[in-house]
């Protein structure tokens, strides 16, 4: 894929393991509760919502009854159980996976590889790219590659990682203008991921990223984040947060942008996110579209 470099499969085979034996050790039914508890969901509530009895989701719960595979799909639904998960919840079940994890590069997911490399290329002068569960970069497109112009060379070997490339003090982190506030959207971004996904090898690297140092004293990332530096014009008023990081000398400002998949039937496809930076004032777009002339 465009720009791209190969995710890391240890993570995800391990995240896969990891959830697998737990799943195989814990039982169903208490996987089932931290999943409601966790989603603040109360059995009668959850019974209400598929269509049972808070008698048997009780039953279900502490192993007095086992549910059928179509009761453990239904419940991880109204959960909002990631994929991942609910095979997990089918194993301890006693049930064989419903979701495939196919990896990205093989054949059956050729479409999908090719239709987003259209859709990121299309996208350009535009930064985009595209992340896995653990924010490992699987596809990128060349506004991405003219942000990382300056990233040094360690940072850029595989896998890609976009959570370490941001707040790296050697990454982008310096550069970004509001750093502060950045990094703590992006922090709250991870913890959120954390709380749905329960991914180990995700929460590691929000441990590793949240101890990144501040950039030193006097650097851009510990500017005020007004937007009004040379090369961004006057102040714009803006819709959401943006990231204002500097570039060739000028302010550029981004909005950020986050799709994934519907009703995924593939554990792999489940976790691809597709992030676009869409200019956020009239200076930005300016400059990016001179870039192609």
């Not at 007095?64 to 009761?71: F, H, L």
């Amino acid at each position: 894929m465009t720009a791209a470099a190969s995710a890391s499969p240890s993570a995800a085979e391990s995240a896969g393991v990891s959830t697998t034996a737990s799943a195989v050790d814990q039982g169903v039914g208490p996987l089932l509760r931290g999943w409601r508890e966790q989603r603040r969901v109360s059995q009668l509530e959850l019974a209400l919502r598929a269509g049972s009895s808070a008698r048997h989701i009780s039953f279900v719960e502490t192993g007095r009854s086992r549910p059928s595979e179509e009761m453990v799909l239904r419940l991880a639904e109204h959960l909002d159980v990631p994929v991942r998960d609910r095979n997990a919840l089918l194993l301890a079940a006693g049930y064989a996976p419903r979701y495939p994890e196919t990896p990205l590069d093989d054949p059956a997911l050729d479409a999908l590889r090719e239709g987003v490399e259209r859709l990121i290329q299309g996208y350009e002068p535009y930064p985009a790219f595209v992340v896995d569960a653990t924010y490992n970069v699987v596809a990128a497109n060349r506004g991405i590659a003219m942000l990382l112009d300056t990233v040094p060379e360690h940072l850029l070997a595989p896998p890609l990682n976009a959570m370490r490339l941001t707040l790296h003090p050697e990454g982008l982190a310096p550069r970004i203008r509001n750093l502060r506030e950045w990094r703590g959207h992006l922090l709250a971004q991870m913890e959120r991921d954390i709380a749905l996904r329960r991914s180990e090898p995700l929460r590691a690297l929000y441990e590793e990223v949240a101890a990144y140092p501040y950039p030193s004293e006097g650097s851009p990332g510990n500017g005020n984040g007004n937007g009004s530096d040379e090369g961004s014009g006057e102040a714009v008023p803006h819709f959401a947060l943006p990231m204002q990081i500097e570039h060739d000398g000028r302010v550029l400002s981004f909005i950020s942008s986050i799709s994934t998949f519907n009703t995924p039937m593939d554990v792999t496809v489940a976790e691809l996110a597709i992030e676009t930076l869409l200019p956020a004032d009239p200076a930005t777009v300016k400059y990016l579209q001179s870039l192609m002339s």
